[in-house]
Antibody, heavy 122, light 108 residues
Framework: EVQLVESGGVVVQPGGSLRLSCAAS????????MHWVRQAPGKGLEWVSL????????YYADSVKGRFTISRDNSKNSLYLQMNSLRAEDTALYYC???????????????WGQGTLVTVSS | EIVLTQSPGTLSLSPGERATLSCRAS???????LAWYQQKPGQAPRLLIY???SRATGIPDRFSGSGSGTDFTLTISRLEPEDFAVYYC?????????FGPGTKVDIK
């Protein structure tokens, strides 16, 4: 059974930094690209970032480019999102999601974690 | 980036009725790379349809997807009580992938 468990969400001040983690199990982690998708309270879904199965390629939404960094450790079956220069508009539930197709970067997401809440507030 | 518009915003129906949800793209979606997700309150999104018309693993056949180019449809043939939720379309044919604003299906 595929499981994705996010952690690291807290309340942080504007301008602060945070690192989210996602622990994956139930599938061959290093065969699949991974995504971060966020959802502001009461709002819709916004794709944030993608990393290829080998970590060699990364992609970002314009809204986070230059501030967020996605990474992965295939030896630990883990995905990360380093978030710097946080803004109030980054407040959201952050989901880790698995790419639907092996060895592809940028298809649908077939499994999602339950999310971790990041609140940016003074 | 491709902007997706979903209609209606809210669909009020009774169990057993047919639901038809629309997703329109601001430009053609490459290779019908369009997905549909269901989200219930307090839960993560669940993949229903990918490639515009292929059902994901374990999805009942009352859910079907159709369309191409800029116009796509999700149909729920007979609504079950557990189908009342918010539905999002997503295009993944062009970078960045984008989601529609969602259609809420609620009980009439």
């Amino acid at each position: 059974e595929v499981q994705l468990v996010e952690s690291g969400g807290v309340v942080v001040q504007p301008g602060g930094s945070l690192r989210l983690s996602c622990a994956a199990s139930g599938f061959t982690f290093d065969d699949y690209a991974m995504h971060w998708v966020r959802q502001a309270p009461g709002k819709g879904l916004e794709w944030v970032s993608l990393i290829s199965w080998d970590g060699g390629s990364t992609y970002y939404a314009d809204s986070v480019k230059g501030r967020f960094t996605i990474s992965r450790d295939n030896s630990k079956n883990s995905l990360y999102l380093q978030m710097n220069s946080l803004r109030a508009e980054d407040t959201a539930l952050y989901y880790c999601a698995k790419e639907g197709l092996a060895y592809r970067s940028g298809s649908y997401e077939d499994y999602w974690g339950q999310g971790t809440l990041v609140t940016v507030s003074s | 980036e491709i902007v997706l518009t979903q209609s209606p915003g809210t669909l009020s129906l009774s169990p057993g009725e047919r639901a038809t949800l629309s997703c329109r793209a601001s430009q053609s979606v490459s290779s019908s790379y369009l997905a549909w997700y269901q989200q219930k309150p307090g839960q993560a999104p669940r993949l229903l349809i990918y490639g515009a018309s292929s059902r994901a693993t374990g999805i009942p056949d009352r859910f079907s997807g159709s369309g191409s180019g800029t116009d796509f449809t999700l149909t729920i043939s007979r609504l079950e009580p557990e189908d009342f939720a918010v539905y999002y379309c997503q295009q993944y044919g062009s970078s960045p992938p984008t989601f529609g604003p969602g259609t809420k299906v609620d009980i009439k």
